[in-house]
């Protein structure tokens, strides 16, 4: 009775949270240009998306930016992760780990907002930066630190370290017992950081509006301004290209990872048999 109740539950849940995603692309193949009143099956709105200009300058931009701020926060985010872990004591430690964790439980309200002030100092002081493209990668690249940090620091306290002293013993400098032993078994925490800090990039409509100057909108804050005057089917078949390109992603990541993992695993039984013998 208990297991039967509680896969109940649980298809009741799923059930909530993607009916309205499943809902949502199978109205993009709706004809009739009320989002709401089902016609017939058509493209009409994918071939509208691919005939509206904003629209796929917009997905460019939050493309652009999201790509090189998960860059960024992944490169940031783990050599904060490394320092944390791997260096109990040094000056400014505390105050790192307050500062690297702060983003998570600011609103994003706050962050744009004191983002936006101290910008329009330095433009006011130096003439730099113009609010734009450098500006919203800026933000974004703050925010997704904090969370590639938290990724990869547990991923770094989930290692053995004896790995990295076996290095050691075996003649390895620091950067290289990091470049050949702890980055490689990283690489699964590195690209689960760098997909979650895509998402939040790509999804980001708070930061980027205080962020955005003239020319540059992205595609939530596109979608978020034709909203308030009735939203257009176009905006259905954008967001099921989205869906489609994230389910691929996250597929391919998860087999990525499933396979690294077991080849790790396959190594590291082989070279505890070899040392063995």
Known sequence: MNKLFGRAWMIAVYIFLYMPIVTLVIYSFNASP???VWSEASLRWYVALANDGDLIAAVWLS???????SLMSVFFGTFTAFALTRYKRFPGR????SMSSTPLVMPDVIVGLSLLLMLVSLQHWLGFPERGLFTILLGHALLGTAYAAVVVTSRLNEMDKRLDEAAMDLGCRPFQVFRLVTLPLLVPALVSAFLLTFTLSFDDVVLSSFLSGPGYSTLPMVIFSRARLGLNPTINAVAAVTIAVVSIAVIASSIYQSRAERQRKREVAQAYSDANQ
């Open 63 to 69: 493309l652009k930016i999201a790509f090189l701020s």
């Open 34 to 36: 009320l989002v709401t």
């Open 94 to 97: 505390t105050l790192l780990s």
